[in-house]
Nanobody
Framework: QVQVVESGGGLVQPGGSLRLSCTFS????????MGWYRQVPGRKRELVAQ???????YYADSVKGRFTISEDKAETSVYLQMNTLKPDDTAVYYC?????????WGQGTQVTVSS
């Protein structure tokens, strides 16, 4: 069973920054796509940022220019650097990896942007 573990969430003031980390128990070279999603109560989980095995990235319009997804092959990790955070960024953030036909999710980490 592939383990996916997020960390790095917390409380931050508007305009601040956070860096989320996601580690997984499998070689990064077997992963087709790595991504970050977020969800608020009562709403559908939405894709925030994604990177495929070729290094091509995707960002939701709401985070373009503020968030950056990156990987560390040696650490089998993927990161989400979040800058200029807004209250609307408040959500539970989930790491997702796709290996072949299978999706794997972490348990989620809470990000709260509030003064």
């Amino acid at each position: 069973q592939v383990q996916v573990v997020e960390s790095g969430g917390g409380l931050v003031q508007p305009g601040g920054s956070l860096r989320l980390s996601c580690t997984f128990s499998i070689s990064i070279y077997t992963i087709y796509t790595m991504g970050w999603y977020r969800q608020v109560p009562g709403r559908k989980r939405e894709l925030v940022a994604q990177m495929n095995s070729g290094g091509i990235t995707y960002y939701a319009d709401s985070v373009k220019g503020r968030f950056t997804i990156s990987e560390d092959k040696a650490e089998t990790s993927v990161y989400l650097q979040m800058n200029t955070l807004k209250p609307d960024d408040t959500a539970v953030y989930y790491c997702n990896i796709i290996i072949g036909p299978k999706n794997y999710w972490g348990q989620g980490t809470q990000v709260t942007v509030s003064s």
